[in-house]
């Protein structure tokens, strides 16, 4: 279930990328797998 909301909170995200920039902040790696899958343009930044 936490996975189908991540995927709409994603998809959400990438219509408020049409308007302004976004900014999410997370460790978990498998956030920003989804975020690749449901916005093919997302720009991914790793701080080491």
Known sequence: MAHLRS??????????ANVGQVIYLTH???????AKAII???AIHELG
């Open 28 to 34: 978990e790696q498998h956030l920003c797998d989804i």
């Open 7 to 16: 995927e709409e909170v994603f998809r959400l995200f990438g219509e408020m």
């Open 40 to 42: 093919p343009n997302v």
